[in-house]
Every structure is written in C-alpha cells, then in structure tokens.
C-alpha cells in the first residue's frame, strides 16, 4: 500500500477511509475509498495521478493528515525530466486528488509534513543538530510558504524532534518516535522534556492528535460488510 487516510467530510456527514496503492510490477496507481454512511468501497478515476511514495521522507509518510476537509501526503513525481516534489491531496467533498507545490527549489528528503497553527507545515530534518519549519500562509498558494522556525536539536535533549501540533498559545510539542514529547516556543527556544515510555531504542511510536465527540459515526449497517464497487471520475 502505497498512501492511507481517513477523514470527515462535512458536506454529506460522512467519514471516509482512503486507500491509494501501487504495486511494484504495475506502475499504475490504484486509488479507492470507503464511506462509512454508505458501506461501500468506491475507486476513483486515477489515470493521470503519477506521484509515488519516497521513500526518503521522515517517519511514516504513509499515513495522511487533514486540514481543509483534504488529506494530504508528501509525495514524488518522477514523470517530468526532473523529479518533483509535491503535496498531494484527496479532497473529501469532491472525491478526487490534487497537487499541492512545495516552496522553489525545496528538496523534501528526510522531510514530512503537520499542521500547526492551523497552517499545512513541512518539517525538513537535514541534519541531527536542527531542523526547519515551513508553513503555507495562503493554502495551495505556492509563494505564501516561509520558513518560521528553526529549531535546536541540541537543546531538546533528543535525536531527531518530530512537531506534532501546536498549543494554543504558539508552543510546539514533538516527539522523537520513540519514547520521549518535547516543547519549544514559537521561536524554536527548547522549554520542556517528557519522557513516556522506557522501550528499548528501536521500537518506533506513531502519535497523533484528534478531536473528541459524543456524536456516533454514521454508518448504513452497525456492522460493516464487504459492498459493492463504482468508479468515480
């Protein structure tokens, strides 16, 4: 599996479960979701996304993130004379993928994105003493990305520091995918360490913020079964 994604979408108060795959002796990709209202797997017309997974970005760059009722994933398009790049989307009210630029002559290696402050961020973790923050101010607006943060290594007591979200008050809480959460103010100036869990070096983490709701998930069957496919172009 190449991408996943799961989201809310507003427009019809249905949450979606999102699959694009790709497989190593078909360079096609293959993209479908599943509505949780309806129960049912649908695919959607994929004939001209090319983007693959690289496989040199941060941590699990396979699991997408949502803003602006889309998920969004960091990903490569190798079909041009020199590979580009990107940010693609799956837009949950409409059903269909978009691209998303990353800053001019951005390399995207050892780099994943987040949300902070409500902005779509990319993280690029160049080195073992730093890193730096990006935002896009203006959403799909190419020129409106600016570097906002550098943030010390050196100074958070970690390996490598991974921004998870943003406080309310501009803070930035990280993890370092293992066993540790630290935060750094606005300006990147290191101001707390937890350490959460006494696993062994190696053991990787996955955390993730989320919302809670007393609402239940709509669904068309309290028990989910295998439905019926259409394609969505």
């Not at 790049?85 to 290696?109: G, T, Y």
């Not at 973790?125 to 799909?140: D, L, P, R, T, V």
């Not at 290191?190 to 955390?207: A, P």
């Not at 709701?213 to 989910?224: D, G, I, K, V, Y």
């Amino acid at each position: 599996m190449f991408l996943q994604g799961f989201g809310y979408d507003p427009s019809t108060n249905d949450y979606l479960l999102i699959h694009v795959f790709q497989s190593l002796d078909n360079p096609a990709n293959y993209i479908e979701f599943f509505s949780l209202k309806e129960n049912m797997w649908k695919e959607v017309d994929a004939t001209s996304f090319t983007c693959k997974n690289n496989h040199n970005y941060c941590f699990d760059t396979q699991s997408g993130i949502a803003l602006n009722d889309s998920i969004h994933w960091l990903a490569s398009c190798p079909d041009t004379d020199i590979p580009i790049d990107v940010i693609i989307a799956f837009d949950l009210r409409k059903r269909n993928i978009f691209q998303i630029p990353l800053p001019p002559n951005f390399e995207a290696d050892f780099s994943h994105i987040c949300i902070l402050g409500e902005l779509l961020n990319i993280v690029k973790g160049y080195n073992f003493h730093s890193i730096e923050i990006w935002a896009m101010q203006k959403y799909k607006v190419q020129l409106s990305w600016s570097k906002t943060i550098v943030v010390s290594i050196d100074d958070i007591q970690m390996l490598y520091f991974s921004p998870i979200c943003s406080t309310k008050s501009g803070d930035i809480v990280g993890d370092n995918g293992y066993d540790a959460l630290a935060k750094c103010d606005n300006k990147g100036k290191f101001k707390e360490f937890r350490r959460y869990f006494g696993g062994q070096f190696g053991l990787h983490t996955t955390m993730l913020t989320y919302t809670e709701t007393l609402l239940s998930l709509p669904c068309a069957n309290e028990q989910a079964a295998e439905g019926t496919r259409s394609i969505i172009s």
